[in-house]
Each structure stands twice: as C-alpha cells, then as structure tokens.
C-alpha cells in the first residue's frame, strides 16, 4: 500500500517560514503529479498547490499565490511546499497527495488523487 509522507511542520509565528516536505518510500513519483492540500477542523480539504510532472507547471490557491512556491525534486523523489509570510489562517494540517492525472476535473478537486500522505501540522502563532 502506498503511503505518501508529508513532513516539516510547526509552529512558526505570524511573518514566519516553513518548508514541507513530501515523498513516498518505495514508490516513484514517474507517472504522477503532486498536490499539497489543507484541512482545518470542520471544514473541507483545500487545494494550496499543485506540480504538474510532465512540464513543471505549477498551481496556487490565491490565498497563497505570492508566498508559497512548490517545487519538485525527481530525481529525489521529494516534493517541497516553501511557505513564508505565514499568516494565522494558514494553520492547518496539510497534506501531500498523488495524482495520476487520469480523472478530469481540477487539481483542486481531492478525488483525482490516488495517495495521500498522513498530514503534518502547521501552527501560525505568536
């Protein structure tokens, strides 16, 4: 079974930096692009960002267009989320996830995704 791993989380204070990181042990990343997602408690998972594998084209939400940057390292088989200018609306669990981009639909859109990784906690607090 796959397991996706989403690590780097923490608590940072508002203005602050954190990277993210996301891989999988066992698994390549060869046919699948990557998404970073985010749940709070009661609400549902939101889209943050997105790799496309084949050409690098990267996607933002627009409440973090500007601050946070994705970048894939293939070879390496890591997906990295750079967050700076954390706000306290950025709290939230995120999570990485793997799509094989076979289902149509946004890459916002969770069903599209084959894996996910367990989360990992960010805490945006003075």
Known sequence: ???????GGGLVPPGG????SCTAPGFVFDNYSIG???????????GVSYIDKTDDVEYYADSVKGRFTITGDWPKNTVYLQMNNLAPEDTAVY????????????WKDTKRYDYWGQGTLVTVSS
């Open 1 to 7: 079974d796959v397991q996706l791993q989403a690590f």
């Open 95 to 106: 999570y990485c996830a793997a799509d094989p981009v076979t289902r149509p639909g946004s």
């Open 17 to 20: 930096s954190l990277r993210l």
């Open 36 to 46: 970073w997602f985010r749940q709070v408690p009661g609400k549902e998972r939101e």
